[in-house]
């Protein structure tokens, strides 16, 4: 049976960090906020907007929300994302994406201030990622992947790391962190031919193409450790993972469920970038 890497003990680890520096912005008068923006009213992105708000109120993080409808302007969603760039008490901003197809999606990100850009947002965040600059921030998703490795001792200097999915928001990122930590690094795709076989070579595969169930017991052997960054939705209505839990977990060393993984991470990481932007502010 294998290791379960549960996101739970990862996020309240993280929690306890930043709640020690969130009291330490408070004897200064700086309470950490967070501005979420959303456009439109999708269901999952109300979902996520419900557990980053109650996860903002156990913390003692601020937020303010600013809801557009789904036939807003381009240029009112823009007037917005200055409004809380020119604001010193907005620390970080959340903007829900896919944006509507009438919007310019590149304009809109790249409005956003990278000081204030805590899921990496912005081309220039991403440039950070990718050259190793401190501009902005991260994405939230690939960190929290680092982070559950980092809690349960599991190295990545040395080793053969193969991520399947090459995003924007996951895969490449995900790929130049773990190059950071030396990490011999091989993306795999929809192209990649042989992928069973380079999955197998691997000390551990992240999992990051939004495919149910795709890594299945032919992608694995035993020793691996398997991160799981998917979330989809099954025939039955129950979330579940890039990876066919049932047939790889009892080959794997270790292994993050879905859900209770990754995503229960991500969440916590985005409270932490928002409490870094805060001290970052304070300086």
């Given at each position: 049976m294998a290791e379960?890497?549960?996101?739970?003990?990862?996020?309240?680890?993280?929690?306890?960090?930043?709640?020690?520096?969130?009291?330490?912005l408070m004897k200064k008068n700086i309470t950490p906020l967070l501005a979420i923006i959303r456009v439109g009213e999708?269901?999952?992105?109300?979902?996520?907007?419900r557990g980053a708000i109650k996860r903002c109120e156990n913390l003692g993080i601020g937020y303010r929300q600013y809801i557009l409808a789904h036939d807003a302007s381009e240029e009112k969603l823009i007037s917005v994302i200055e409004e809380v760039n020119n604001d010193r008490d907005v620390h970080g901003v959340l903007l829900f994406r896919p944006l509507p197809?009438?919007?310019?999606?590149?304009?809109?990100?790249?409005?956003l201030d990278p000081s204030k850009d805590v899921d990496c947002m912005t081309e220039a965040s991403l440039c950070g990622v990718f050259t190793g600059k401190d501009v902005g921030?991260?994405?939230?998703?690939?960190?929290?992947?680092?982070?559950?490795?980092?809690?349960?001792?599991?190295?990545?200097e040395g080793k053969n790391i193969v991520v399947i999915g090459r995003s924007l928001v996951v895969g490449?990122?995900?790929?130049?962190?773990?190059?950071?930590?030396?990490?011999?690094?091989?993306?795999?795709?929809?192209?990649?031919?042989?992928?069973?076989?380079?999955?197998?070579?691997?000390?551990?595969?992240?999992?990051?193409?939004?495919?149910?169930?795709?890594?299945?017991?032919?992608?694995?052997?035993?020793?691996?450790?398997?991160i799981d960054v998917g979330i989809n939705v099954n025939a039955l209505g129950k979330l579940c993972g890039d990876?066919?839990?049932?047939?790889?977990?009892?080959?794997?060393?270790?292994?993050?469920?879905?859900?209770?993984?990754?995503g229960r991470v991500t969440t916590a990481i985005l409270m932490k970038h928002v409490v870094d932007a805060a001290i970052k502010a304070a300086l």
């Open positions: 379960i890497l549960s996101g739970k003990f990862v996020s309240e680890a993280i929690n306890k960090a930043i709640s020690s520096d969130i009291q330490k999708n269901d999952s992105d109300i979902s996520y907007e197809k009438h919007m310019n999606s590149t304009r809109i990100e790249n409005a921030y991260p994405p939230c998703t690939p960190e929290a992947c680092l982070a559950i490795l980092d809690h349960y001792d599991i190295p990545c490449k990122p995900v790929s130049m962190m773990l190059l950071k930590k030396n990490a011999t690094v091989t993306i795999c795709h929809t192209r990649t031919k042989n992928i069973c076989d380079i999955a197998k070579k691997a000390d551990i595969i992240i999992a990051a193409c939004g495919r149910e169930g795709v890594v299945g017991s032919d992608y694995v052997r035993e020793g691996q450790i398997v990876v066919d839990y049932t047939a790889v977990e009892p080959i794997v060393s270790a292994i993050t469920p879905v859900p209770g993984g990754v």
